[in-house]
């Protein structure tokens, strides 16, 4: 079985997101970047289909140089090689570029399944997994908390709003990977020693043949708006601060 | 020439879903600046009948599709249906909902139709003929302003946040046939479990009451359950809570669980990791209730009570259940 994880290198969930003074993107100083939370989870179910039903799993991932240190660590985990796809023109892709970029380089590679996280916690977008597939012309589940592959078959747990959704889709697929589908590994000392090894293959937009056309245009970053001063509700008595809490939020907040 | 703001609807059963009104009167807005018609898209089966309610929200045309092969919703059957209508008439602008459908359904069509979507925004505007759309990035760190380069320009909304406005439209509906070839389905829903609590999803929650690593196990939570009951509230956990198996991964709030904007969210016990603001912050008002003054919520709350949690929440429930009778 081929399996391809598409990983994205993303700040870390702690870091403080400060906006250039110009408002054309954030300031990268002191960020320390580490794989997209959800993206760990892909690797970690490429890596058990592996292991029920050999083959070799494939991580490609989009970025500078940095990126290949992200690699690194899913080929420790123990995927067994990489794409990185590294080239300054593709900087500021927009999730269409960036699905291009992907395609074209998975589609010189077999596969039977791809994973993407669901979203990247740094754009949010949650678009290249499901215009990866289109552009590949295959179908997608998204946001997936159980996978089960048998055969030419994948069935999957998707959970909606008050419901949960069990839904089968025909080889290859496109999976986009959600909390809760599995706890990933932590890379061995013996897997990162191997992953300085095994081989990836670094690409650019031209040997790709991607057009740079972004779809969508960011105009500026900003700032969230401040929130105001909050009032600390004081005094020695829990059911007196509480009453006066249920009484803000009736009359002045008017949210209950 | 491309032209009128589409959105398209979203219903559970026939019945629509008020993310389907909140985008409604969202589109009447920007078709009122641009001097344009407000068209919704609705799919389904037998759904016809629920839906002249968009009228009362503005839309002018409801192009209905009402055929077994829509429900339930798929991916491959839903993308292909709306992005041949969208070829056929060529609208300038469509919205759909940030939900778990929209996002599906937004992300595939933005590939169908090559065009830039903006995901789960919180404000969309005109300027100079185009829309420009506001939306959080990293859980809400930072914001940007976004434009599609190209026709349509997509949009998703996230659900709660854009106000339902009445106002009388058109309401044509228009039966609409979409001929979709079976043997391009290549997903199939096996399966609906319906949540037996029958409680809000939190993303679409008016009044969250959440709880964090100060509930000290999983049974803390049975004082939150009772005052979400009085509040007909959901209940949200940190990743602290959740990391520790006390709650389910699906009531996560935060950068890597659910981003949430209800108009009240009560956060018990939770110290307010930067990581857990940025998945609440765009919550309407912010409650925090925690012994330690110092935690890093009581930055962000508007109203603050410095105590065990455990001896306000009981007296809270208390007087909510007064107030609320």
Redesign the interface.
Same mark, same amino acid.
């Given at each position: 079985m081929n399996i391809i994880a598409c990983i994205k290198q993303v /700040?870390d &969930?702690?870091?403080?997101?400060r906006?250039k003074a110009d408002g054309s993107g *954030?300031e990268e100083t002191g960020i320390k970047w580490v794989m997209n +939370?959800?993206d760990e989870y892909g690797v970690e179910e490429a890596l058990r289909l592996k292991e029920k039903n050999g083959g070799e799993v494939t991580v490609v991932s989009l970025g500078p140089a940095r990126v290949m240190e992200t690699l690194r660590t899913a080929l420790a985990m123990g995927a067994d090689k990489g794409i990185h796809i590294s080239d300054p023109a593709l900087e500021d892709a927009?999730?269409?570029v960036t @699905?291009s970029a992907l395609a074209a380089a998975i589609k010189q590679t077999p596969y039977d399944i791809i994973f993407c996280g669901q979203r990247a *916690?740094?754009?949010? @977008? %949650?678009?290249v %997994?499901?215009?990866? =597939?289109?552009?590949l012309g *295959? /179908?997608? #589940?998204?946001?997936v &908390?159980k996978l089960d592959v048998d055969g030419t078959v994948a069935?999957a747990i998707? !959970?909606?709003? $008050? +419901?949960?959704?069990?839904?089968? @889709?025909?080889l290859p697929?496109l999976v986009t990977t959600q909390? $809760?589908l599995n706890e990933p590994r932590y890379a061995s000392l013996p897997g990162i020693m191997k992953a300085k090894k095994k081989p990836v293959d670094v690409k650019d937009a031209a040997s790709l043949g991607v057009a740079l056309?972004?779809?969508?245009?960011?105009?500026?970053?900003?700032? !969230?708006p401040a929130? +105001?001063a909050?009032?600390? #509700?004081?005094g020695d008595d /829990?059911?007196a601060? @509480? =009453?006066s809490? +249920?009484?803000?939020?009736?009359e002045e907040?008017k949210? #209950? | 020439m491309a032209k009128d703001v589409w959105i398209i609807a979203e219903q559970r059963d026939g019945v629509l879903r008020k993310i389907s009104f909140e985008l409604a009167s969202t589109a009447r807005k920007l078709a009122d600046e641009l001097g344009e018609e407000v068209c919704a898209v609705l799919l389904g089966n037998g759904v016809t009948a629920g839906a002249k309610d968009l009228a009362k929200y503005g839309v002018d045309k409801i192009f209905v599709a009402d055929d077994a092969i829509f429900a339930p919703y798929t991916t491959d059957a839903h993308s292909e249906a709306v992005a041949k209508l969208v070829k056929e008439k060529e609208p300038a602008i469509i919205l759909l909902g940030a939900s778990s459908q929209g996002k599906d359904l937004s992300s595939r069509l933005a590939g169908k139709l090559a065009t830039g979507l903006a995901t789960d925004c919180t404000d969309v505007k005109i300027a100079a003929g185009k829309m420009v759309a506001v939306r959080p990035v990293y859980a809400g760190k930072c914001f940007v302003e976004v434009q599609s380069a190209t026709n349509p320009q997509l949009a998703s909304l996230r659900p709660n946040v854009f106000p339902v406005v009445e106002k009388a439209g058109a309401g044509e509906v228009i039966a609409t046939e979409i001929a979709i070839d079976p043997a391009q389905l290549k997903t199939k829903v096996l399966e609906v479990q319906k949540d037996a609590s029958g409680r809000v999803d939190l993303t679409e929650a008016l009044v969250i009451v959440s709880g964090g690593r100060g509930m000290g196990g999983p049974g803390g939570y049975a004082a939150l359950e009772e005052l979400a009951g009085i509040l007909n509230a959901t209940v949200g956990a940190s990743r602290a809570a959740v990391d520790s198996g006390w709650r389910p991964q699906t009531d996560q709030v935060g950068q890597t669980g659910k981003v949430v904007s209800p108009n009240l969210y009560i956060a018990c016990g939770i110290s307010g990791a930067i990581q857990h603001l940025a998945g609440m912050s765009s919550s309407k008002y912010i409650v925090a209730i925690n012994k330690d003054s110092e935690a890093p919520i009581f930055s962000k709350a508007d109203y603050g009570i410095v105590e065990d949690l455990f001896k306000v929440i009981p007296e809270l429930t208390k007087e909510c259940k007064i107030l609320m009778g």
């Open positions: /700040p &969930t702690e870091a403080q997101i906006v *954030i +939370a959800y927009d999730a269409y @699905a *916690i740094d754009d949010d @977008a %949650g678009q %997994g499901s215009i990866l =597939a289109e552009l *295959i /179908p997608q #589940i998204t946001v &908390t069935k998707r !959970p909606i709003e $008050g +419901a949960q959704l069990l839904i089968q @889709a025909s697929c909390k $809760g056309d972004k779809k969508l245009r960011v105009l500026r970053f900003v700032s !969230p929130r +105001a909050g009032k600390i #509700i004081s /829990p059911a601060k @509480a =009453a809490l +249920a009484k803000l939020l009736r907040a949210v #209950i | -």
